[in-house]
Nanobody, 127 residues
Framework: QVQLGESGGGLVQAGGSLTLSCAVS????????MGWFRQTPGTEREFVAG????????YYADTVKGLCTISKDNAKTTVYLQMSSLKPGDTGVYYC????????????????????WGQGTQVTVSS
């Protein structure tokens, strides 16, 4: 079983940038496709970005295309989410998620697909 730990959240003004990190431990990092999700009170977790096992396939929610970059560092077993031009609507708890898969190019968008989750990191964007 893999363990995930997010960091990097905080309070930022609209138009600012943040980079979230997700440290992965406990299992072979390269066996997992990874994703970032966002949740606000009263809503379900929504997909933000995903990256395949190989790192060669990336996918973004339409709402964040061009504003976010997901990446991974296999040596550090860490996944990153770089966010720019943040808006108050980007406020929420951001969760890192992992799913072990034999598919090295697959990116997964549904929260029910992911089997491991971090504790989340709060991002608050002030206007």
């Amino acid at each position: 079983q893999v363990q995930l730990g997010e960091s990097g959240g905080g309070l930022v003004q609209a138009g600012g940038s943040l980079t979230l990190s997700c440290a992965v431990s406990g299992s072979s990092f390269s066996d997992y496709a990874m994703g970032w999700f966002r949740q606000t009170p009263g809503t379900e977790r929504e997909f933000v970005a995903g990256i395949s096992r190989s790192g060669g396939s990336l996918y973004y929610a339409d709402t964040v295309k061009g504003l976010c970059t997901i990446s991974k560092d296999n040596a550090k077993t860490t996944v990153y989410l770089q966010m720019s031009s943040l808006k108050p609507g980007d406020t929420g708890v951001y969760y890192c998620a992992a799913v072990r898969t034999p598919d090295i190019t697959g990116v997964f968008f549904s929260s029910v697909t992911y089997k491991s989750w971090g504790q989340g990191t709060q991002v608050t964007v002030s206007s």
